[in-house]
């Protein structure tokens, strides 16, 4: 995360479409990564966070009053599917949703709330691998967003370790370890983009 290598290939899809969109949703925001980082820098102009742990959720906002965006980062709790059809202010063609709630995203997904994204951009990291039935939950979960998405996916790739002088006095081993997300495998994003 310090030194920029952490979700990388998120990043640059993410990077890509706030070009056109400046509302960030971030369904499983954990410690606030992106939703707070992303308006901090300027890449959206707001950002809701969604996070079920009660301790994640105080360090989102303590995160964003560090940075000095506290009004423009809403956090709840779990991300009630109502929320879209509540929010008056939320234009989901201004909209990038990011899902990381780790396997939840097959139930989530069902097709009313898909109905309900269709105009905002969504990337969603696949846990497939939770479930002994996990490629039959990926294809109906494809299935059901093909109706109103064009799908590709991104997977884990490689990383180039930036040049310092504190690095470069490090072993290989010590410096490839620092781009290491501690993943057991290799991940793999769903991004579904409006038709």
């Known amino acids: 995360m310090l030194l920029g290598l952490y979700e990388q290939e998120v990043v640059n899809v993410l990077l890509k479409h706030a070009e056109k969109r400046d509302v960030f949703v971030d369904v499983g925001a954990a410690d606030g990564f992106f ?3 992303l ?3 300027g890449i959206f102009k707001r950002s809701y966070a ?7 959720r105080q360090v989102i906002k303590k995160s964003s009053e560090i940075n000095g965006v506290p009004d423009s980062v809403s956090v709840s709790g779990r991300f009630d599917k109502n929320f879209v059809a509540q929010a008056k202010e939320l234009d989901l063609s201004r909209s990038v949703v990011l899902i990381d709630i780790e396997g939840d995203e097959f139930n989530l997904l069902d097709s009313p709330l898909i109905e309900q994204l269709r105009d905002a951009v969504v990337v969603v990291e696949l846990h497939d691998f939770h479930f002994a039935d996990g490629e039959a939950l990926k294809s109906a979960l494809y299935a059901r967003l093909k109706a109103h998405f064009e799908l590709t996916t991104i997977t884990t790739g490689a990383r180039e370790v930036p040049r310092s002088e504190l690095l470069d006095a490090m072993s290989d081993n010590e410096r490839w370890l620092l781009c290491s997300e501690g993943r057991a495998r290799r991940m793999e994003w769903l991004i579904a983009l409006p038709r």
């Open 39 to 41: 308006v901090a820098c």
């Open 35 to 37: 939703a707070v980082g």
């Open 50 to 56: 969604f996070e079920i742990n009660a301790n994640g």
